[in-house]
């Protein structure tokens, strides 16, 4: 399971840290993303926010597709990954 810690700068929150188990390491390199990364933004929507965090979270489930900007090494980067058929 990858577990996402918040990330704070300056005392506001700005994302969410990447902590894969060291079985999800691979699949997240797969996707393109690291251990560490920091997702900021998914389908366009600011992660600066728990509540925020959770609801896109929850329309996920129906995605077809995620965009998710992230933090790597100081540089904000992107990428686009396709999910499985929604509702199976």
Do not use: C, W
């Amino acid at each position: 399971m990858v577990r996402f810690q918040p990330h704070l700068e300056n005392g506001a929150l700005v994302g969410y840290k990447i902590q894969p188990r060291q079985a999800d390491a691979e699949l997240l390199g797969e996707l393109g993303l690291r251990p560490s990364d920091i997702v900021t933004r998914v389908n366009g929507r600011s992660l600066d926010d728990p509540r925020e965090a959770n609801k896109v979270l929850q329309d996920l489930r129906d995605a077809r597709r995620i965009e998710i900007s992230f933090i790597r090494e100081g540089q904000q980067r992107s990428l686009s990954v396709p999910l499985g058929q929604a509702g199976g």
